[in-house]
C-alpha cells in the first residue's frame, strides 16, 4: 500500500508565502509523475503544477510564475513554493503520484488534501 501525507497548508496573508510538502510512503518502487491540484466546495479538481521523475515542470496558468514545483526523489518528497499568494488561491490542496509498486504500475494516489486559507 502506498500512503500519500501532505502538510504546510495554513492561513497567511494576501502576499505571503507558504510552502507544502507531500511525503510518499509503503511499497513503493517508483514514482513517475507527481502532481499538486486544488479542489473547491462543488467544483472539479483541478491541476496546480506537475513533476516528472526527470523534474519536467507545468503550470496552471493562474499560478506560473508565482508557484514552484520540486520534488526529492531521495525522499519521494514533492514541495509546492507558493509565493504572492492571493485570495483565490484559498482552498484544498491535494498531491497526486504515479506509483509502480511491486503489484501494480502507473497507479494513481491522493494524499487527503491540507488547506491553504488566504486573508485579504
Known amino acids: 500500500q502506498v500512503q500519500l501525507v501532505e502538510s504546510g497548508g495554513g492561513l497567511v496573508q494576501a502576499g505571503g508565502s507558504l510552502r507544502l510538502s507531500c511525503a510518499a510512503s509503503?511499497?513503493?518502487?517508483?514514482?513517475?509523475?507527481m502532481g499538486w491540484y486544488r479542489q473547491d466546495p462543488g467544483k472539479q479538481r483541478e491541476l496546480v503544477a506537475a513533476?516528472?521523475?526527470?523534474?519536467?515542470?507545468n503550470y496552471a496558468d493562474s499560478v506560473k510564475g508565482r508557484f514552484t514545483i520540486s520534488r526529492d526523489n531521495t525522499k519521494n518528497t514533492m514541495y509546492l513554493q507558493m509565493n504572492s499568494l492571493k485570495p483565490e488561491d484559498t482552498t484544498i490542496y491535494y498531491c497526486k503520484a504515479v506509483v509502480t509498486t511491486q503489484l501494480y504500475s502507473g497507479m494513481n494516489y491522493w494524499g487527503k488534501g491540507t488547506l491553504v486559507t488566504v486573508s485579504s
Open positions: 509503503g511499497s513503493i518502487r517508483s514514482i513517475n509523475e
Open positions: 513533476i516528472t521523475s526527470g523534474g519536467m515542470t
